[in-house]
């Protein structure tokens, strides 16, 4: 038995390869979303291109995907969040971020995944890439209380 690609923990034959193979649907856009990064791991490129929305396929490079896809060491998908997507909705997103190594750089690519049903089928129509968040800085001020959590005055304490 081997465990999916998609981090699903279920075996593949019953988890995204039905829906590689074409013998069953994706039931929702999280569903696709784990069949596509599942495809990308076994270069499944002709369902990636398939399950791509056909308003947005102009310009696919199936060759370049395949080299980069065969060429990546795949290391997991994570879903950071989804909204709408399910079995009666018409649009939905997923936010994952895809693990894997370039050139033995470990590299992640963090996306917000948008996805269209069309006649019962899910599609993956654009994706947007999440910026990471600013670093934000507290400044302490000189009589404000230590962060360290002493009870005195910052000037007293870590301030000195």
């Not at 465990?3 to 039931?27: F, H, L, N, Q, V």
């Not at 490079?61 to 998908?77: F, I, K, Q, Y």
């Not at 948008?114 to 990471?132: A, C, H, N, Q």
């Amino acid at each position: 038995m081997t465990t999916c690609p998609c981090g699903s923990t279920k075996p593949y034959s019953d988890c995204c390869e039905p829906i590689i193979k074409g013998s069953r649907p994706a039931e929702t856009a999280e569903q696709l979303m784990r069949a596509r990064y599942s495809a990308y791991t076994r270069t499944e490129m002709d369902f990636v291109f398939n399950s791509t929305d056909p308003a947005n396929r102009e310009g696919y490079d199936h060759d370049g995907t395949r080299a980069w896809a065969e060429n990546s060491e795949w290391l997991g998908l994570q879903i950071t969040g989804t909204s709408k997507g399910e079995k009666d909705d018409a649009t939905g997103e997923v936010e994952f971020i895809a693990r894997f190594k370039e050139n033995g750089i470990l590299r992640e690519h963090h996306e917000n995944a948008l996805f269209t049903r069309k006649e019962g089928i899910w599609y993956f129509s654009d994706g947007v890439m999440v910026k990471p968040k600013p670093i934000t800085v507290t400044k302490v001020g000189r009589n404000d209380p230590c962060p360290c959590g002493s009870g005195q005055k910052y000037k007293k304490c870590c301030g000195k």
